[in-house]
């Protein structure tokens, strides 16, 4: 079944930098665009990028330039580099699996079928 777990979260003072990855299995990883949305206290799941299967990327305006997403299809990893941390940035991030290798609608929801269980990001200010 597929798999889809979240790593790298935890505590970081505003300006820092963190690392979470997301390791997954059960589906063929490399046919398979993947996402990462985070999520707020009271507020919706919003999505923060994404990568198609190809290694094209898409950002949310508000992490543009200071986010990085990337994928190792040899090791089944998609990971999210964030530098620059701001405490608007706090959330829980989830890592999600679309529902194809190549996306339109990548900011959606809609368009992934699996979803990790989270990892909190906090940032102090």
């Known amino acids: 079944q597929v798999q889809l777990v979240e790593s790298g979260g935890g505590l970081v003072q505003t300006g820092g930098s963190l690392r979470v990855s997301c390791a997954a299995s059960g589906f063929t990883f490399n046919n398979y665009a993947m996402g990462w949305f985070r999520q707020a206290p009271g507020k919706e799941r919003e999505f923060v990028a994404a990568i198609r299967s190809g290694g094209s990327t898409y950002y949310a305006d508000s992490v543009k330039g200071r986010f990085t997403i990337s994928r190792d299809n040899a090791k089944n990893t998609v990971s999210l580099q964030m530098y620059s941390l701001k405490p608007e940035d706090t959330a829980v991030y989830y890592c999600?699996?679309?529902?194809?290798?190549?996306?339109?609608?990548?900011?959606?929801?809609?368009?992934?079928?699996?979803w990790g269980q989270g990892t909190q990001v906090t940032v102090s200010s």
């Open positions: 999600a699996k679309c529902l194809w290798g190549t996306v339109g609608r990548y900011y959606s929801k809609s368009s992934y079928d699996y």
